[in-house]
């Protein structure tokens, strides 16, 4: 990453560090070849623990969708109630880390710079400085980590419509990564990207209340209820796993569904919502293009032509290859962290939907929702609520060539000139790409599709699993789901 730009430096010398929470980075990854565990070899324990944890898994995904067949599960093995709610609870994914030896450091040896949406994090020493620089700039990674906003699988809320579901365990992953990236892109609206979250009471009311319309409730405006409501013309339903193009879409649904229903000074998302996918829908063929023009109007629409311009979210759902991301695609990923207006990433692996935030090298750090919590509710104003459940210490990882190649790019831009300043960015990094951009930028949609002639019709939106790249011709042919 020592390429990069250099915007964004976060000075060790400056970060404060006194509300940093005091954990060890651990992470998820568990690669072959790993010698920074306790347990690097295979031991009986660890046969019993793989064992039994697909097993438990197994059971609890069936118990999760076979609700009348319980008694007669229940019954049959009477340790198999308990083991349920070690499960449930995340208590049996933290014995696998520790038993099978998976914990390690969640930032590597390296000395290379860290990217955390759009801020650097210099940890390379020299002898001038010693450790103590690189020291300051890890602990002010996670503070900075640590401060993101976590939204994970939950156990208890309303039932959701007539599905008789409480919980969104097993299925709502993608729902849960979408309300992070939108939780931050409002947290960096209202409080700005330097904000990190204090340890002290009170907390900030404008972080509650961000906090609050992510609650599971229809009450909450950006609850997975509402979400799923709002995108049942692209295929969401409860108890169903969804692709990054139609999440993408539901988003921009609830926006305009939110923004008809109170007025311009209230706004529950107070910023336009477009997705870039080439038009509205869906075509493949050929990078999409970020419309200047269509970006202008959506402004328009959500200032109610009051306003030139307005904040705005932009969405980027894509699909870079096959089964397996295509690495053509992983310098420009990379980069695209480096951008003030960064918002991360909707991906992971096929079929578990993480959030990423950051990266280091060849590694992107991400925030997992596949931890399941009790529901929470508190008020919009109580500035004394426990919001330890919407945060994580835990530092997890991911190699970014082994991420699922169906995943959405997210950026935020306060003002006219914080967009302009991303469209140059945005048009550097595809004129670098090697002719594979991610997106490009152009005046207009019209003007720039009759210069591909690799547009063709799209044949489908909706709800599909992660490494589903039907109609791909090759890994570096193009696809908008």
Known sequence: MKGFRDRGVISPSKTSTTDTPKSSFISDSSEPGSTDTKFSKPSLWSSFFTSAFSVFDTYHKSSSTSQNKA????????????????????????????????????????????????????????????NADATNALAAFHHDFSSRILITYRKGFDMIEDSKLT??????????????????????????????????????????????????????????????????????????????????????????????????????????????????????GGAPVLSIEDAAKHCSEFSKGQEDWTPILLLVPLVLGLDKINPRYIPSLQATFTFP???????????????????????????????????????RDDVEANTSSYHCDVVRHIPLDLIDSSLAIGFYCRDKDDFDDFCSLASKLADESNGAPLFTVANSYISSKRDNSEVRDDDSLGVMTMNDAEGCLNEDEWQLL
Request: charge should be neutral.
């Open 167 to 284: 919980s969104d365990v097993n299925w709502g992953c993608m729902l849960r990564s979408s309300q992070m990236l939108v939780a931050q892109a409002l947290l960096f609206h209202q409080l700005g990207r330097s904000w990190r979250k204090s340890l002290d009471k009170p907390l900030d009311r404008e972080y509650v209340e961000i906090l609050h319309l992510f609650g599971d409730s229809e009450a909450s405006a950006f609850s997975i209820h509402n979400l799923l409501q709002a995108g049942k013309a692209y295929g969401l339903a409860a108890g169903s796993w969804v692709g990054p193009y139609a999440m993408c879409r539901s988003w921009e649904s609830l926006a305009r569904s939110k923004r008809e229903e109170t007025n311009l000074e209230y706004q529950t998302l107070p910023m336009a919502v477009y997705v870039v996918s080439g038009c509205e829908d869906g075509e493949r």
């Open 341 to 379: 207006q960064s918002l991360g990433i909707l991906g992971g692996k096929p079929g578990a939907s993480t959030y990423i935030v950051g990266v280091q090298d060849e590694n992107a750090f991400y925030l997992d929702p596949h931890e399941v919590q009790l529901v929470v509710n508190f008020s």
């Open 71 to 130: 008694p007669h599960i229940r019954h049959s093995n009477g340790w198999t109630s308990p083991v349920k709610k070690i499960m449930a609870g995340g208590t049996m994914r933290r014995i696998q880390e520790r038993v099978l030896g998976t914990s390690k450091t969640g930032v590597s040896n390296t000395t290379s710079d860290i990217w955390l949406l759009g801020a650097c994090y210099k940890i390379s020493q020299d002898d001038s400085s010693g």
